[in-house]
């Protein structure tokens, strides 16, 4: 697995997950993600053993390992930010070795609907399909898979409609669109500041158009179009048929 396992009820914290060693199996499966608390191991309860005797039942598990962890359902990502609206858009992603990259969580929890959580992407691969598309990010909540809704689903139903697609997954995808109340009321130009991610481009596409300006011609630039769940798609200060004064990149 390569996985490193700290706590244990000989030490102030719980079993949990504190390392995935980048290339192997328990990093590339795409389930587990820092900070999780590890509670079974092939449905043996572990948290009320020592670090030693866990660590023990993990190298003795096998070839295969069945895991069960607990995770914080306060965590930022299933927040919805503030000031924002909501967008959706289908993203096709193409499967590699490893599945698509991306880690879910969330989803209904019949017993308690208080712990129900839309299912949200909360990590995303680095290499993997999903970072290399590029629009994903983490917090986006993934409505349907390949046609079939999941609003309402299991995260176990969710993953395992992933976990049977062998090449092409199409994720419907909610996501959030940054508001500025007071954009409207301002006039003149507007200098604009995109966080430019490596994997993607902005989503902007411009074009040059001749337009009449009381009686003169004057070339300008404007947005022809903006790609869905691009980094310009999500701020509205972005429109089609804006013209750009001053764009500014900010790396990241």
């Known amino acids: 697995l390569n996985y490193i396992d700290t706590g244990g009820s000989d030490r102030s914290y719980p079993p949990t997950v504190s390392f995935l060693r980048p290339g192997y199996i328990a990093h590339r499966c795409d389930q587990l993600q820092i900070g999780e608390q590890l509670t079974h191991v092939n449905n043996i309860a572990v948290q009320d053993l020592t670090h030693d ?3 023990s039942i993990l190298r003795n598990a096998g070839t295969e390992v069945s895991l069960r962890v607990e995770y914080d359902l306060n965590q930022p990502y299933f927040l919805w930010p503030p000031n ?21 969580r969330g989803g209904a929890y019949g017993p308690d609907k208080n712990k129900s959580r839309p299912i949200t992407i909360t990590n995303i691969r680095i290499g993997g399909p999903a970072h290399k598309e590029g629009r994903l990010r983490v917090g986006d909540r993934i409505l349907c898979i390949n046609g079939v809704d999941v609003f309402s689903a299991t995260l176990a139903t969710a993953q395992k409609l992933l976990d049977e697609t062998v ?3 199409n994720l419907t995808v909610e996501y959030s669109v940054a508001v500025f109340e007071n954009l409207h009321k301002e ?12 994997e993607t481009d902005f989503g902007v596409r411009l074009k040059v158009e001749a337009q009449k300006v009381g009686s003169l011609s004057k070339r300008m630039i404007l947005v022809d179009s903006i790609t869905a769940a691009s980094t310009a798609d999500r701020s509205e200060i972005i429109d089609v048929e804006k013209t750009p004064k001053r764009k500014e990149e900010k790396g990241h």
């Open 84 to 104: 924002s609206m909501r967008k959706c858009t289908d993203i096709t992603l193409e499967r590699d070795q490893d599945g698509f990259g991306l880690t879910l």
């Open 53 to 55: 005797e866990v660590l």
């Open 187 to 198: 006039s003149g130009p507007l200098i604009i500041e995109l966080e430019k991610r490596p």
């Open 167 to 169: 090449h092409i997954v």
